[in-house]
């Protein structure tokens, strides 16, 4: 895999030689903090052809298997602080959805924060994870990036079969994993240099975020709250105008939108 990705990248590529491959590992996102608290520098990549214990949000778990999906996650040292990377997970859903667009001919949409979607089924999902340095600024970030790319159908359990999709699904195409991880690797580097606009990114965040505009429910621990998103603010947050007529910026939570992943 990984001769087959360096073959796909620009001779000129920065990030050529901080690439770590493995067959199998427990997460590429538990590998590279491991890496990052070793000092591995800006630019570190580890990708795996599964994970034995892929996360995701909230705890949950990432369904990895065996060379049909992209297991990716990159080190960033952004030096700014925490306060002026509120959008880093809304910039690397951008990227990835250039770079999957560039190699697969299609363009996801994201489910805020951080679902690549297409036909209204996940695609696959962002998980970033910082270190604080003094409780404010970055030390490192860790983005990593869950792509279903070569599943057919019944490839997927049967509790994802209603909510999951893959590039393959989507595209009918033969989907090649290391072009697909070459140009969202390119697409991240572009990503990293432009993070200080963080105007620009949220510009074209918003122009991929189906939950704009949807009816919607937020999951908090004691209840959940229905209302209708209106957008997606500077601080990436989703604003939701909720039913009983209050305007509020959401910065967390479980956000589901009606008429998707069997939220009816
Ligand atoms: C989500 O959907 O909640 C986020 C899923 C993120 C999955 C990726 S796969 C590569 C990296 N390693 C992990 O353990 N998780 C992320």
């Not at 770590?20 to 795996?48: E, F």
């Not at 990036?145 to 195409?173: R, V, W, Y």
Request: glycine share 10%; net charge negative; proline share 4%.
């Amino acid at each position: 895999m990984k001769n087959d990705i360096l073959a796909k990248l620009p001779a000129s590529f920065p990030w050529r030689g901080n690439l770590h491959c493995y067959h199998s590992i427990d997460s590429t996102n538990t590998s590279a903090k491991r890496l990052a608290s070793a000092g591995a520098p800006h630019g570190t990549m580890v990708i795996a052809d599964m994970q034995t214990h892929g996360r995701g949000r909230m705890g949950r778990s990432f369904h990895s298997p065996e060379g049909t999906g992209i297991y990716l996650s990159l080190i960033l040292r952004p030096n700014l602080p925490a306060d002026q990377l509120m959008h880093l997970t809304c910039a690397a859903a951008v990227a990835v959805a250039d770079g999957i667009e560039r190699a697969a001919g299609l363009r996801p949409n994201i489910k805020w924060t951080n679902d690549l979607v297409a036909g209204g089924k996940k695609l696959g999902g962002i998980l970033t994870e910082l270190s604080l340095r003094h409780g404010s600024t970055v030390e490192y970030a860790v983005i990593g990036i869950g792509i279903n790319c070569c599943q057919k159908e019944d490839a997927f359990p049967p509790e994802l079969q209603d909510i999951a999709t893959s590039l393959h699904m989507c595209t009918d195409k033969n989907i090649v994993r290391s072009t697909v991880i070459s140009e969202i690797i390119v697409a991240l580097e572009q990503m990293s240099q432009q993070l200080g606009c963080s105007s620009d990114i949220l510009q074209r965040y918003r122009a991929d975020c189906i939950t704009i505009g949807q009816e919607i429910s937020l999951l908090l621990p004691n209840e959940i709250r229905h209302g209708k998103a209106l957008d997606v603010d500077e601080n990436a947050a989703l604003v939701v105008k909720f039913d009983d007529g209050k305007i509020e910026s959401v910065h967390s939570g479980e956000v589901s939108i009606r008429g998707m992943y069997g939220y009816v």
